[in-house]
């Protein structure tokens, strides 16, 4: 075993190698990024794929019969193609290419939601979402009538099949539900809680950025009928990302935008609309991004999802050991319980700690200094803060560039903070 790499096969040095940026320094010192839950580093492949199209393309798609947006064309249904693949959906016509998980939540909230839900019905969720997997559902049921019900948490702030049982009831028409939770790496039992949604006759959204970037994920053998996710969180561009759904409930929703390239169909009062995925993709897309996002997921497949969660598994549990052991240190979620998850789930790779009253920000601003890159705050989740009892945490994340290295010169980075604040 070498210090860089846990396992003996995973390519650590190979894969760094990729990723130009962390042939740099930050603070003058060589770049630690372990803010992987906010946005992904990008390897030099999907670098190349937005270079290529904004050199050599530069066209739009769809509407020209010249040889540029021709390629551009084929490339765009190629990266959807790629996209479909990674999460094994059924059909491209299943992957809407969208603005990122925020957006493809909005689709959901606004196609499916606002049209087909009623005062008296029930939208069950949990307190450990992200904003754009809860704001979009109050939004929703403020201007529907439905009411939100939220699944018990453990002091661990996991839920169990029994709790999501305890929410939903025959009133329940959606479930909307976090992959893998952005503030603990705590991943919910989906499988089973796809299962309980179904039986009451609900549909389940599923917030997948963290999730999908990080594991590999079989939309139909989870039985979801919704995922989001964001390209910029998988080594992908930033403004791009995806909601995939089954064909049957895209078809009936109605879209969120409307405009050019969405249509069949035209007239002065009124107009008719093209089938999936197109009638929620109007306007020019993000045509760089999407070729990138494409490339980005053809880059985490040939690493292989199995690998780099491996990968992430063995680094979390080398950071809660050693982060834990730093004087005054408080973990969050599954990890506090001496890095064993109960629940037979291992949480992804993030660690939420505090170090003793020492304000997050301030911890942050001390590793900076050091060259460690983590994300400190409330994380874009009020509620689970409000669940931890705590205003905010430092948030470490990992990916499948970091190394035990990095997280030796995290925890000497926390050794400093103390002394700066003895
Ligand atoms: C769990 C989760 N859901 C949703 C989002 C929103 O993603 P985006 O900002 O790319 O739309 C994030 C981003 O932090 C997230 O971590």
Redo the contacts with the bound molecule.
């Keep these: 075993m070498t210090r860089r790499s846990v396992t003996r096969t995973y390519p650590i040095d190979r894969i760094r190698a990729e990723f130009p940026i962390l042939g740099t320094t930050m603070r003058g010192k060589p770049l630690v990024y372990l803010d992987n ?2 946005t992904s580093l990008k390897p030099q492949v999907v670098i190349d794929a937005e270079l290529d199209y904004l050199t050599r393309i530069s066209a739009s798609i769809h509407r020209g019969v010249y040889q540029l947006s021709e390629e551009a064309t084929v490339k765009f249904d190629e990266a959807r193609a790629s996209v479909r693949q990674f999460i094994n959906a059924g059909d491209d016509g299943e992957v809407v290419f969208t603005k ?4 493809s939540s909005n689709i959901v909230a606004f196609g499916w939601g606002r049209k087909f839900l009623k005062a008296g019905d029930e939208i069950v969720t949990t307190e450990l979402e ?1 904003h ?2 809860l704001i979009p559902w109050q939004q929703v049921a403020a201007a529907t009538g439905a009411k939100l019900r939220f699944v018990p948490l453990d002091p661990a702030g996991r839920v169990s099949p029994e709790s999501v049982q305890s929410a939903v009831t025959e009133r329940t028409r959606l479930v909307a539900i ?1 992959g893998m939770s ?1 503030v603990t790496g705590y991943m919910p039992p989906l499988r089973e809680t796809a299962e309980i949604a179904h039986r009451n006759g609900a549909v389940i959204v599923v ?1 997948g ?2 999730l999908v970037s990080h594991h590999p994920v079989d939309v139909q053998s989870l039985g979801c009928d919704f995922l989001t996710f ?1 390209a ?2 998988m080594c992908g561009p930033t403004g791009v ?1 995806a909601l995939y759904g089954r064909r049957d409930l895209l078809e009936a929703m109605d879209p969120l935008l409307y405009g050019g390239d969405m249509i069949v169909r035209v007239g002065k009062e009124s107009a008719t609309f093209k089938g999936v995925p197109d009638k929620f993709e109007t306007g020019t897309p993000n045509i760089s991004g999407v070729l990138g996002f494409g490339a980005a997921v053809n880059y985490l497949r040939s690493i292989g999802m199995e690998a780099i969660a491996d990968h992430e598994r063995e680094l979390l549990a080398y950071a809660a050991r050693r982060v834990g052991e730093v004087p005054g240190v408080t973990l969050y979620g599954p990890m506090a319980e001496r890095g064993v998850a109960a629940g037979g789930v291992d949480p992804g790779g993030i660690l939420s700690f505090n170090l003793g009253e020492i304000h997050p920000h301030d911890v942050g601003a001390v590793l900076d200094g050091e060259g460690v890159a983590v994300r400190t705050g409330f994380h ?1 989740a009020q509620p689970m803060m409000q669940f931890l009892g705590v205003p905010g945490t430092v948030r470490a994340s990992f990916y499948l560039y970091n190394t035990l290295e990095d997280i030796d010169r995290l925890v000497n980075a926390l050794h400093k903070t103390l002394e700066v604040f003895s």
């Design positions: 839950g906010a990122g998980a925020t957006e992200h754009a997997n976090t952005n917030d950025p963290q964001s910029h969180k990302g874009c």
